[in-house]
């Protein structure tokens, strides 16, 4: 079962533990240098890094998140449309689902949806094609800013069924670093225009667990742990004297 946690009771919780960052199957490329405003087209496929002093997805558009990808702004990140990462299929080279990092120095926005992706999944495959494949983890996103507020939903990815004697895949995380602010306290994005953006389903969603695989030859799978939602405050790293 997905679990979800309405924006309001952020206000009222601690911080919880905080989870692992989103991780990658394989080193990601360097950063590139920061280039400015970066408003995505409809249809966009999005991995690797990127940093940029805005992020932009505007309303009505969706993108795609097709490998793991992080994006660090200076000033703002304003999520009108739709993020939404790929489920792997029978056919990727990969068994997880991407993960999606969000990390600005001043604020971000979320009005529309993050849609993770699930894992591989070996549903429906004959046992004997399957044995011994676990499923695959489904798409963790995390946030990071010193205020930040969101109006939409982030719904993390489930993980994928196991094959015949193995395990299902771990559901996805949300993590959130930072302090949860009113419309009225950003900086660059206007309260009026926030206001107009609100989605009254706000929240955030654990991804749900694999299944686990039919039992082979005396050998049962496991079904996969659901994901979570951890929040702490915001603290800027120490600086050298």
Same mark, same amino acid.
């Given at each position: ?154 719904? &993390? +990815?489930?993980?994928?069924? $196991?094959?015949? /004697? @193995?395990? !299902?895949?771990? *559901? =996805? ?38 299944? &686990? +695989?039919?039992?082979?030859? $005396?050998?049962? /799978? @496991?079904? !996969?742990?659901? *994901? =979570? ?13």
């Amino acid at each position: 079962m997905h679990c979800f946690l309405r924006l309001a009771l952020l206000l009222a919780v601690g911080p919880l533990c905080l989870l692992s960052a989103c991780s990658s199957d394989e080193p990601q490329p360097e950063p590139q240098e920061y280039n400015g405003i970066y408003v995505t087209v409809n249809g966009e496929r999005l991995s690797g890094w990127m940093n940029v002093d805005v992020f932009h997805v505007p309303k009505g558009l969706r993108v795609m998140v097709e490998e793991d990808f992080s994006v660090h702004a200076m000033k703002y990140i304003c999520i009108e449309g739709d993020i939404m990462m790929r489920d792997r299929t029978l056919e990727d080279p990969r068994t997880d689902a991407p993960n999606l990092r969000l990390a600005c120095e001043e604020e971000i926005l979320i009005t529309g949806r993050i849609i993770g992706g699930a894992g591989r999944s070996f549903a429906g495959v004959p046992p004997e094609n399957c044995v011994g494949q676990p499923g695959g983890d489904g798409s963790s996103i995390e946030l990071s800013s010193p205020r930040y507020l969101v109006l939409g939903a982030l719904v &993390a +990815g489930r993980g994928g069924r $196991g094959g015949a /004697g @193995s395990n !299902g895949g771990q *559901g =996805g995380t949300i993590e959130v670093i930072g302090d949860l602010v009113n419309p009225d306290q950003h900086i660059f994005i206007k309260e009026s225009r926030i206001k107009q953006l609100a989605s009254a389903d706000a929240g955030f969603y654990g991804g749900a667990g694999g299944g &686990a +695989g039919p039992e082979w030859q $005396g050998v049962p /799978g @496991s079904p !996969g742990q659901s *994901g =979570g939602m951890s929040s702490q405050s915001w603290s800027r790293p120490a600086t050298a004297e």
